[in-house]
């Protein structure tokens, strides 16, 4: 590595691109994390239970001491962008969905059918795009979980509810998903993302479909050893509690919303610019998450079973993850003059850039996958412009490109449990349920045999 940095020291270099000179294996802690993630829990689950969070700091570390040392300024002003642009706003985010979502209880007596599961998976696949995957997630995890309570075989439910409310049904508004709002506050106009209507129906009716003869595959083969209904009428059973919360929730999309439509200007934070739009959303976040801790009554989140765990995991883990994907990201960024640059140059067709985005959106955090080949896409079909007429001349010119990076983004979160934030949150929840889940290559597993051919097909139906 150069001696051009030295940590504390402004030099010359201080305007580096790190991206351009990171090299390959400066992603190891982040390969590392994801094996910590993966075989931990499957190996030593009472060490990973009691440790996990010393276990991601350890690997978020070892990237940010040497990366300090060695690249000192540069290195300093990418880790405060990427905490101050990304991780803080992300986790208030999901905050305020978790904490809101949590307020909202549905009691009833659902009976864990293949009918019932199926109709609130569409539910949730429906207002995904609407609420966000996270906020669809965090209403209806805990009623699907309910639901099937007696159920013996159910960890397929939550996968399949990972699948269509937590990440394909987020594909049709830049409300549904962090991509989508970021390819919106970059010129793309609202109700573009309907174009993807097509695949995500393909998607959502195939997973749909399978889900219905697995799970009732399953529920047949278990039925006669289910305890009795009691005779109870489902309909009139059902009440709805913590139902003003859902004001909460509306002030939180018109937020989000809102902070990608003004334009209040910006400042400065520790070298990196911040809007001050951002700043009143994020502030807002807060406090509709605060009200609803106030207003809720607190039997509501007793009978829903909230509790912090799940928040609490996913903020520490996502902290790590948040850092050690650093160097891969910046190496993309780079494009051409990264170590990755194999990576960008090999983007050429729309189903070149879908499988790209997509399968590093599995791994990496698919909001800034997406701008990097959101970029790519611009840099190799529309140069020369400023961005958002650039955008806009991508779409009429090329609009299957724009239609694979979005499509890849969202639909392949789905491919593990990192792949999009909802999905880790939903496997935590589930398991502080008792609802015995797969492990990270289980899920992965689950992922490969079911949405794999899936997406071929999707492939050649509409990409090719």
């Not at 792949?419 to 349920?433: D, H, K, L, S, T």
Request: charged fraction near 10%.
């Amino acid at each position: 590595m150069t001696s051009g940095f030295e940590f504390g020291k402004l030099t010359a270099a201080d305007s580096v691109d790190l991206g351009t000179i990171l090299p390959c294996w400066s992603a190891l802690p982040f390969a590392c994390l994801l094996l910590s993630l993966a075989f931990f829990p499957l190996f030593a689950p009472k060490f990973w239970q009691r440790n996990y969070h010393f276990v991601v700091m350890f690997w978020g570390l070892m990237l940010v001491v040497p990366l300090l040392w060695f690249f000192g300024k540069p290195a300093m002003t990418e880790i405060f962008h990427l905490i101050l642009l990304d991780y803080i706003p992300f986790m208030i985010l999901l905050l305020s969905l978790f904490t809101v979502a949590g307020g909202v209880y549905i009691q009833g007596a659902f009976k864990g059918t293949p009918l019932t599961n199926l109709f609130l998976l569409i539910i949730g696949t429906l207002i995904a795009s609407w609420i966000g995957t996270t906020g669809a997630s965090m209403l209806l995890i805990r009623p699907v979980i309910r639901s099937n309570a007696i159920r013996k075989s159910k960890a397929h439910i939550i996968v399949f509810f990972i699948f269509l409310v937590s990440n394909i049904g987020g594909s049709l508004t830049p409300l549904g998903d962090p991509p989508l709002f970021l390819g919106f506050l970059r010129g793309v106009p609202f109700f573009w993302t309907f174009n993807l209507l097509p695949p995500t129906l393909f998607i959502s009716i195939s997973l749909l479909a399978l889900f219905l003869l697995l799970d009732t595959f399953y529920y047949l083969r278990e039925k006669h050893h289910l305890p009795p209904p009691g005779g109870q009428n489902i309909q009139a059973a059902i009440r709805l509690h913590g139902g003003h919360n859902f004001i909460y929730l509306a002030g939180i999309i018109t937020a989000v919303l809102l902070s990608g439509i003004i334009d209040l200007g910006q400042i400065t934070v520790l070298s990196t610019p911040i809007k001050l739009q951002n700043i009143v959303r994020d502030v807002l976040l807060v406090v509709f998450a605060m009200l609803s801790l106030r207003s809720t009554p607190q039997h509501i989140r007793v009978e829903n079973h909230f509790h912090w765990g799940p928040m609490k995991e996913v903020a520490i883990v996502f902290a790590a993850i948040f850092i050690t994907i650093l160097p891969a990201l910046a190496m993309l960024r780079a494009g051409a003059t990264g170590q990755l640059a194999f990576i960008i140059n090999a983007a050429k067709e729309p189903w070149h850039f879908f499988w790209i985005t997509g399968l590093l959106s599995s791994f990496l955090d698919n909001a800034p996958t997406y701008l990097v080949f959101l970029t790519t896409a611009l840099g190799n079909f529309v140069n020369g412009l400023p961005e958002r007429a650039a955008v806009i001349k991508l779409i009429a010119e090329h609009p299957a490109i724009l239609q694979a990076i979005s499509a890849g983004a969202v639909f392949m979160g789905a491919n593990t449990y990192i792949g999009n934030a909802p999905n880790f949150m939903v496997r935590a929840i589930a398991e502080e349920n008792s609802v015995k889940m797969p492990g990270f290559f289980g899920y992965m597993a689950y992922s490969f045999v079911i949405l794999m051919p899936i997406f071929i097909l999707t492939t050649w139906i509409f990409f090719i």
